[in-house]
């Protein structure tokens, strides 16, 4: 780093200035030392963050578990824990944030707000930490990031090599529903819920909407039907919910009259995420297994509501609700669910790159890492998602090289895996031009 430029710096009169933007750094010099401030939009004051050194010598090295860095800064999470982020000037800051998160093993949605926080934090000069430090996670001074797809950083890669791979236009519809079998399942599951959740469905319902909908005859199911099945799907036992499941995920993808009515589209995408938010605090439980088949059909469900034009906006405006859920699916070695959650991650990539919008895409890269490491030793589970995962992995590519940077050093290491899993000619074709990326 160049040396300071002590006297050209301003003094402590610079702080009755109001800042630009919510975290913007600046530095002054008190008597004969330099200080960093960072803006607080929130009390519209600046806040200390440390002393500034001017140089990156070997006395200003911080020991971290036994290695040297440039900076270490102390995290306080939400539950308390503190837990220490080592970073060298030298790193790609969303590789040091992406180690620190799978290190502590924290959501992934934390990764924007954590470079951001390092790039701040580190720009122009080397920073001592003080007990006034605000960090990335917690607390009222924490540095909200502008969205990534608008960002100047000035990190590059020499992996930007270029690929005949076109970024798709069209979504991916899961619609394998066997509605006789759902019929059968329904009628059954009917028999054992209590009197009080079956109150707007009878076997007649479910008789008219399964025959009505095997005939493509969607127009003729009318809202006391449609609720019958809605409520179903979200009310009923876990362990029963999944043919009504089966049959709204491919209602919506037909978006019939009844489920255009105004907040309907709000009200499937809520109920089902607090459904799969339910079940992901705890997937490795034994109870897990028979709630399994209605996680997937969540999951097939929210990703036809992006299919179908008509409610994409209700499932992005809770994309890190549904990328929490995702990332803690990962490690399930089920192929079904597997499949649904890469295609679910595709029709979001899509339709953030035809909005212009890319605050999901780093957690994209760290769910489709995890699927893949995760499941590196199970071609079964990991061969029916690989169109899906190689799809969306080429869509954030091709946004640019901080992209690249973040797909060849998470997903990079793992490659070979979705190589070997690969069973026809289109997919190895496709792998031949996003491999390209890693």
Known sequence: ???LDVESLPGVERLSQPGKKNGEIITIKENFTVFAYQWDDNSKEWKKVGEVVDSQGSESKKVYEGKEYDYVFDVELEDGRPLKLPYNVSENPYMAAQNFINRNELPPYYLDQIANFVMQNTEGAQLTQTADFSDPITGAHRYIPEPVGKSNSSYSSNNAT???F???TNYKAMSSTN???VRKKLLQFIESVDENLKENITPEIIDSVCTNASSGKWESIDSAQAEAIITSSFSWPPEYRFPALDLLGAMVLEWTQPLAQDGMSNRICDS?????????LEPQSSNFKSVLGGVRLCVRLLSNMLYQQKSR?????????????????TNIPNASLQTSVANLLYNLTLYGEETGQAEHAFDVITIIKEIVSNNSNNPKTLAPAVNSLLLTTGILAKKGSLYRDAIKQGIGSSAQSLESVIANPQDQELYGQVSKFF
């Open 162 to 164: 270029v690929s005949d």
């Open 179 to 181: 509605f006789e079998g």
């Open 1 to 3: 780093m160049d040396k």
């Open 313 to 329: 906006t209700s499932v992005w405006s809770s994309l890190q609700a549904v990328l929490t859920i995702l990332y803690r699916f």
């Open 272 to 280: 089902t995420i607090l459904a799969l938010e339910t079940a992901a």
């Open 166 to 168: 076109v970024v798709p």
